[in-house]
């Protein structure tokens, strides 16, 4: 278990750091909108979803309702879906763990839990050291906020760096980037198809289907 301990602090390192900044920036936000230290820890460890979190503190200060709510939550938490097919055989016989372990499932925590064969206690702690630093990240903003005046201005661009982080770490971990490039082009395409407030689920039915598509074609050709 100390090795699996090991192995999972010394992985999640740069999601600590992308964490920190990007939960940073969360508990300023909230801060600047009037919702105290208590409000944010709460929502990073309840929530625990950083773009929707971001995105919260609009609805919740906008009194927006909760019909509006489900459906923002569902544009921008869509990916998950697709997250969580892919996970069904590795979480299989987790136990009383696998709850959490869907609760927890990020996109920096799947991108950890997806590459490669890992035991069952290595996605727990993974799941537990990246949602720990959500939470730390966030508390630490909404402290700082309360001490040192900050302009929330751009604050936001922190979550697409992230994303961008991630993307460019595991195109340099693998070398079959045909899904990668899968992914760009079909997200560029119904961006331009269906506008930046649209493209979301359409572009998440097209990634799917090509994929299948090509897990078929490759299972075909390796039949041959």
Known sequence: MK???KRALRDTIPVLSGYMVLGMGFGIVMHSNGFGVWWTLAMSALIYAGSMQYLAVDLLAGGASLISAAIATL?????????????????????ARKPYLIFALTDETYSLVCSGEKSKRYYLF????DHIYWICGSVIGSLLGQIIPFS????????TALFVTVFVEQWKNTKDHIPAMVGVCASVLCLVLFGKDDFLIPAMVLITAALSVLKVVRGEAEEK
């Open 152 to 159: 929330t201005e751009g604050i936001d661009f922190a979550l």
């Open 3 to 5: 090795n699996e301990i």
């Open 126 to 129: 993974v799941s537990v050291f």
């Open 75 to 95: 544009m921008v938490n869509a990916r998950h879906i697709f997250y969580g097919i892919s996970m069904v055989d590795r979480y299989k016989g987790t136990g």
